[in-house]
């Protein structure tokens, strides 16, 4: 069974930093695409940050320059280091595993965790 465990997510002032960590159990050697998404309240879930295995990240807008992904093959981790943290980064972030088999996307979230930023 694919567990995604997340930790890291808390309160913090503007201007501050977290990381967020998501260890990875229950996969094989399929071709996977990680990523890390926030959903704010009363808005759809959007993704921040995805990484292939072995590739460069891809940072949406909002986060870039503030934000970066990083791997670490070994131990099926994928981190998320948030520095220069606005209000509007508040919001319940999901990391995200897609698994390819035969062909076919195979998706996979771990349990959210809250981040809020105080003004």
């Known amino acids: 069974q694919v567990q995604l465990v997340e930790s890291g997510g808390g309160l913090v002032r503007t201007g501050g930093s977290l990381r967020l960590s998501c260890v990875v159990s229950g996969t094989n050697d399929d071709i996977t695409v990680m990523a890390w998404y926030r959903q704010a309240l009363g808005e759809q879930r959007e993704v921040l940050a995805t990484?292939?295995?072995?590739?460069?990240?891809n940072y949406a807008d909002s986060v870039k320059g503030r934000f970066t992904l990083s791997m670490d093959n070994a131990k099926n981790t994928v981190s998320l280091q948030m520095n220069n943290l606005k209000p509007e980064d508040t919001g319940t972030y999901y990391c995200n595993l897609k698994v390819l088999v035969r062909g076919r996307w195979n998706d996979f979230w771990g349990q959210g965790t809250q981040v809020t930023v105080s003004s």
């Open positions: 990484i292939g295995m072995g590739g460069r990240p």
